[in-house]
């Protein structure tokens, strides 16, 4: 009954949800906090308004408040720059839809987000992937013009490693590239810098943006890209027709506009993240500097699946990432600093002392 490359393709496996809450959970990169009590009240407000009749289905009252958010940074930005999507995923999965075709290709470098495969498969596209170097820098194939190739992606922060390529390095991969650029910007917030201004240079530059993580609201389901005009309406055509629901939209708007809570929170995970990081390294862990909330390590001694297994076995949950021939290792989430405390008790009985 199935297309034949469905029955092969190989579908998205997120991390572990366990029903059991006893556990510590540092495996999906979610926020630690609770989100912006704001959020609740406009939840509420909106099930008191009536869900009977459909979402605005263009989501306007967060464009138009996203619009003055990011007009420091993109100084022409109009809410027709930007549109909204169930979760950033939900934008990804219209861009793969809008330029990509069977036997045309994706490019994307490993390791990164393993959607990015399932998305190019569904497409019956080819995958074109380019490693990272064991310092997590990408060499100059991922610029090169190849015309079989019709969207590159590029995770910037990086997951599983937290690398984030500088603005001026994604503006010259954008221009060589004749192809469309997407900069999934889904851990932007926790990084240093954003390549927004891109987009007003480049119409091939399209940056795709998640309220799960820095707004903690993974549980709503909510993201935006922002191109200029004229992507977004080819873009609005290949979205479903009410992608976003009212309660989501309500929501995300409203935590979108706490910027007091928005500095607050993001002040408490860099801060969280410096003191996870120093404390990983005493324990033999070493891994590149994070610009996300998260941190990639590998012990000096102890193989990553033993450390990850022991870890499950004390109540502690952290992604363990195999890519092959490139390697493994821990992706750890940058918890609250009781969840952090945990982790290290648990990593000490794990680990030999130092």
């Given at each position: 009954m199935f297309r034949p490359h469905i029955l092969q393709m190989s579908g998205y496996v997120p991390g572990e949800q366990p029903r059991d809450q006893q556990f510590v959970k540092l495996n999906t990169n979610e926020n630690p906090y609770p989100c912006s009590p704001r959020v609740k009240a406009a939840v509420g407000r909106a099930i008191t308004?009536?869900?009977?009749?459909?979402?605005?289905?263009?989501?306007?009252?967060?464009?138009?408040?996203?619009?003055?958010?990011?007009?420091?940074?993109?100084?022409?930005?109009?809410p027709d720059w930007i549109l909204c999507g169930n979760g950033s995923d939900d934008l990804l999965t219209m861009l793969t839809r809008?330029?990509?075709?069977?036997?045309?290709?994706?490019?994307?470098?490993?390791?990164?987000?393993v959607l990015y495969a399932t998305l190019a498969a569904l497409q019956e596209a080819f995958l074109d992937v380019v490693d990272f170097d064991a310092a997590w820098r990408l060499g100059e194939r991922f610029a090169e013009p190849d015309p079989r190739v019709r969207l590159a992606l590029l995770p910037n922060p990086n997951s599983p490693s937290g690398t984030m390529m500088a603005p001026a390095e994604v503006a010259a991969v954008a221009d060589a590239l004749p192809c469309p650029l997407v900069v999934d910007e889904a851990y932007v917030d926790f990084a240093d810098a954003n390549c927004l201004p891109l987009v007003g240079r480049n119409e091939r530059?399209?940056?795709?943006?998640?309220?799960?993580?820095?707004?903690?609201l993974a549980g709503l389901r909510f993201g935006y890209a922002v191109a200029q005009p004229q992507v977004i309406e080819q873009m609005i055509k290949v979205k479903d027709s009410y992608n976003c629901d009212a309660l989501s939209?309500?929501?995300?708007?409203?935590?979108?506009?706490?910027r007091e809570w928005f500095a607050a929170n993001r002040a408490a995970v860099l801060a969280s993240r410096a003191r996870l990081d120093e404390e990983l390294a005493r324990l033999g862990f070493a891994g590149c500097p994070s610009q996300a909330n998260f941190l990639w390590r590998r012990h000096a001694?102890?193989?990553?699946?033993?450390?990850?297994?022991?870890?499950?076995?004390?109540?502690?949950?952290?992604?363990y990432m195999n890519y092959g021939d490139w390697g493994d290792g821990l992706?750890?989430?940058?918890?609250?600093?009781p969840q952090i405390d945990v982790l290290l008790d648990r990593l000490r009985r794990l680990v030999p002392s130092r």
């Open positions: 308004e009536g869900l009977q009749r459909y979402p605005d289905p263009l989501a306007t009252s967060f464009r138009e408040l996203a619009a003055e958010v990011h007009r420091a940074e993109l100084p022409q930005i109009t809008c330029f990509v075709g069977p036997g045309q290709g994706v490019r994307f470098p490993r390791p990164s987000y530059v399209i940056v795709t943006r998640s309220m799960s993580k820095s707004y903690g939209i309500a929501g995300a708007t409203a935590a979108l506009g706490d001694e102890q193989p990553s699946a033993a450390l990850y297994s022991g870890l499950k076995e004390l109540g502690v949950l952290v992604r992706r750890i989430t940058v918890g609250s600093d």
